[in-house]
């Protein structure tokens, strides 16, 4: 039985809060059940970056000429697009009034994660985490300190894929989890080996948590339980293992 | 709450199996809880190819000139290699031991979806249903005339993604499941337009429902119970909705 419950009366996440303190403190409430050891805490990613400042005000931002000349083929605002060439380290496609970029941290996103909704004020707008899966770490520490449990932490985004329509969530960051559940080489049911089954776990919980929250953002954090096969003592590899090289790539 | 539990007693799925009626005795069973029309039942897809005879035997299969070539490049089986050409309507990529084709659906994926795992016998193949979204109405309609409830149906397949590593699984066919939750337009807890919320609730229920099976073939189906805001009384559009046309298409 795998489980997904949103934590209830988490407050607004601002600049400077601490997100871990906060987390504790509405899990220790009646109306949500207990953290567990083999429980994964997912929050999406604005949360995060909400707490520890990955926020930018557009009238701070001065276009460069590369800016102003895409805003005006994508019909966007060019600080906005200034915005995401500073956290993409190439931009894919830029076309159809959408950027896929690759972040500074190697996801292939739209708009490199910079995204105004949800954003704590009008002109503003969030990025993604500098390090979400130090921001993970961080976070898993401090849940431990405070609760003497260990659960996994997982930060989310939700990603388009390139062939279906929609988004779901995935993984960008996570400490306590094998991100990928590695069965290639073992057999099936009547022994043949299992060609090509290689699970990205994280990312199948960060989407299994998204359907448990609302979207309106008043529900950053989801509790999944029943996930304890994935879940390890030590930190782990994180979600960057997630990320397919480069040289690996066919459709860059 | 959204929660996932695998059903429990299934066979091992044959040709002319009426998986429905399978599913159907299944889940009276005392071990498993009753199904409701607010459920999601889950079928990974080889369980209903295996039912519909969607399986091909490799020393019937007469390898053209291209998959012989394709074969020698890749280094695969030909007649393997013949079997994901008939299934596909053009091949993306084809390079370091993987095709990346377009189905006759119109699914971007390896293989074409063939693949020799948990096949019925040494020397055979499964493919993809022929008409997933039909396969997925028909059990619907078998479940609902044999337990007067009507649980929506997911047919899934485990899908590899451009820029990730690992493959989540995806749906490839449903019925009485609205595929995609469409927040464009709608706004966040404080007003501002969500500005690219539209969810893959679809594919999101399939990697959910992964994570609470086995992967040793035994558990091709799951329910998901909590996700009844997305249960529609009439059968949908199915997951051919879920499909990004060419004409959209940035990296074919």
Do not use: Y
């Amino acid at each position: 039985l795998i489980a997904a419950v949103a934590l209830q009366g988490l407050p607004e996440i601002s600049s400077d809060d601490d997100l871990a303190a906060l987390i504790q403190a509405a899990a220790l409430q009646p109306e949500n059940t207990q953290l567990h050891d083999g429980d994964v805490v997912v929050i999406a990613h604005k949360a995060v970056s909400k707490a520890e400042g990955c926020v930018r005000r557009l009238d701070e931002v001065q276009p460069s000429a590369r800016a102003q000349q895409l805003a005006e083929e994508l019909d966007k605002d060019p600080r906005h697009v200034q915005v995401v060439l500073d956290e993409s380290s190439s931009v894919l496609r830029a076309t159809r009034g959408v950027m896929i970029c690759v972040t500074h941290h190697g996801f292939v996103c739209a708009n490199a994660g910079v995204d105004a909704s949800n954003a704590p004020a009008e002109g503003t707008v969030i990025l993604l985490p500098r390090d979400p899966d130090g921001s993970a770490r961080g976070i898993r520490a401090a849940l431990r300190a405070a609760l003497g449990v260990s659960p996994a932490v997982l930060i989310t985004d939700s990603f388009g894929r390139a062939w279906r329509h929609g988004q779901c969530d995935v993984a960008i960051g996570c400490a306590g989890l094998s991100p990928l559940d590695d069965w290639r080489g073992r057999t099936d049911s009547v022994g043949r080996e299992l060609s090509a089954t290689w699970i990205a776990i994280a990312d199948q919980l960060a989407s299994a948590a998204d359907l448990a929250r609302s979207k309106d953002g008043r529900q950053p954090v989801v509790v999944v339980s029943g996930a304890e096969r994935h879940i390890i003592a030590d930190d782990g590899p994180g979600a960057r293992a997630l990320l397919r090289p480069e040289a690996e790539d066919l459709f860059r």
